[in-house]
Structure formats: C-alpha cells, structure tokens
C-alpha cells in the first residue's frame, strides 16, 4: 500500500468525521459509505453478486473474468512446470485467452 493510498484514506476519513459523525442523525450506512469510496459500476456485476449459482460456480466465473486461473503459463512463472501445450485441443500454448477465446475445443 503506498503512502498516496495512505494519505488517501486518512483525508476520507477527516472528510467522514465532519460531514457524518456530526450530524444529529448518524448512521452507520452513511459512515461506511464514506470510509469506503467511490467505484465505478460494471457491467458483469449482477452475473456475479445476488446470483442463485452456487458460491464456487460465481468464484469460478469471477476468476475467469479476472484472467486468474492457474493456466499453466501462470503455473510456470511460479516455477510450478506442467506441459504448455493447451490440454483440449493440443494445437497451441494453454493460456488463459486460448482457452477461452481461441480453442476450436472449448
């Protein structure tokens, strides 16, 4: 975390401090919501988040989304060596945009 995010959270939390904790109706909704920011919305929120899927299938699809399966061109550079080769069609390397997007396969 560098000193920027630091220095951040602190002018936050001063900003939180005299907007919310002083007025006559605090609530904890409104102090949450000012510790924490802004973010802006995505698109495959609502794919992910109050969803009826079982918990390891939504996992599973937010790490698909995020690129951070352990594809084997991962695995290597954390010196776990496994075949490069992709495991379903055994035409090109087994990374994460050939599984997904070029594998004749998947």
Not at 18 to 37: E, H
Not at 61 to 78: E, F, G, M, S, Y
Request: glycine letters at 4%; hydrophobic letters at 35%.
């Amino acid at each position: 975390m560098g000193s920027e995010k630091i220095f951040d959270v602190a002018k936050r939390f001063a900003s939180a401090y005299v907007n919310i904790l002083q007025q006559p109706n605090f609530s904890i909704k409104k102090m949450y919501n000012a510790l924490r920011g802004d973010f802006k919305k995505v698109s495959w929120r609502k794919m992910i988040c109050n969803n009826p899927a079982p918990l390891k299938c939504s996992f599973g699809t937010w790490l698909t989304i995020h690129a951070r399966l352990p594809t084997c061109d991962k695995l290597n550079k954390i010196d776990i060596y496994c075949d490069q080769l992709c495991i379903l069609c055994k035409n090109e390397d087994g990374t994460h945009s050939h599984i997904f997007f070029k594998c004749e396969c998947s």
